[in-house]
């Protein structure tokens, strides 16, 4: 029979919420990289080094399981309004007997339908933020300049997620191939992801997204085609874009290091 005191650790380690694995966050050494290219859309040149501190990002996008979660604690509604568009067809969280859960089949597909609003306050309750382009840029194509995160080859059903049926994506660790130098995984494909950006033409130059500018977006989705996947492709929306979930946008978090 355990007495009081054990009892009580036993209760605290049931209810308390596991750790987070180390492996779950990718370091990213301090350095400088090159940042966009020549001989593409205009948004993208020029070319140009950027040198970043050191800092961490999560291996994989934020699945609906985790955002269910997060809702549960932290409620729909923010201080900058909704997180979760849980009233959109493509929404895969939903509220059920009182909670808020993860539809049935995608718990481990990542997060559709989420505010930009949404994910930076999902990041802040880990102590954690979005990254920048320039994070998810250097984190997608290290130092070498690589085409894909995986390297130089064509994107490959094993590499990626793309090309597919309207919302129809995937679990955010199902493809090794993918994976960046550093092992970041699902950077290209499955879904694009909201950066802490605002839009500024190159060269790059920091300038955090507080709502009044346009959002950069980096990445690829499930239903692109394979020539969109880039590691240098920008997209943006405008403050009403950012407050809205879209089927196409996800996010993962990062943190200094």
């Known amino acids: 029979m355990l007495r009081p005191a054990r009892l009580l650790v036993a209760v605290l380690v049931v209810l308390s919420p596991a750790p987070a694995c180390a ?79 993860a539809d049935a089949g995608f718990a481990d597909h990542p997060a559709v339908e989420v505010s930009w609003f949404g994910a930076r306050d999902y990041c802040a309750a880990l102590g954690a933020r979005l990254p920048s382009e320039a994070e998810w840029e250097r984190a997608a194509r290290s130092t070498d300049g690589r085409a894909y995160p995986w390297g130089a080859a064509p994107p490959s059903p094993e590499r990626a997620v793309f090309g597919r049926a309207y919302n129809e994506t995937a679990p955010g660790d199902g493809r090794p191939a993918g994976r960046s130098a550093e092992g970041v995984e699902d950077l290209l494909g499955n879904l694009r992801e909201w950066t802490s950006s605002a839009l500024m033409p190159y060269p790059w130059t920091a300038k955090a997204f507080t709502g009044a500018e346009r959002v950069v977006v980096r990445g690829a989705s499930h239903d692109d085609p394979a020539e969109s996947l880039s590691v240098t492709r920008r997209r943006e929306y405008e403050r009403r874009g950012a407050a809205a979930g879209h089927h196409h946008v996800g996010f993962r978090c990062a943190k200094d290091h």
């Open 23 to 101: 492996s779950d966050w990718i370091a990213i050494a301090a350095g400088a990289f090159t940042m966009g290219r020549d001989g593409g859309p205009a948004d993208e040149a020029p070319a140009h080094r950027v040198r970043l501190p050191a800092f961490r990002i999560q291996a994989r996008k934020v699945t609906n399981r985790e955002f269910a979660a997060y809702l549960e604690r932290a409620g729909l509604t923010g201080p900058d309004g909704r997180r979760y568009d849980d009233d959109d067809a493509d929404a895969r969280i939903h509220r059920r007997g009182g909670r808020w859960v």
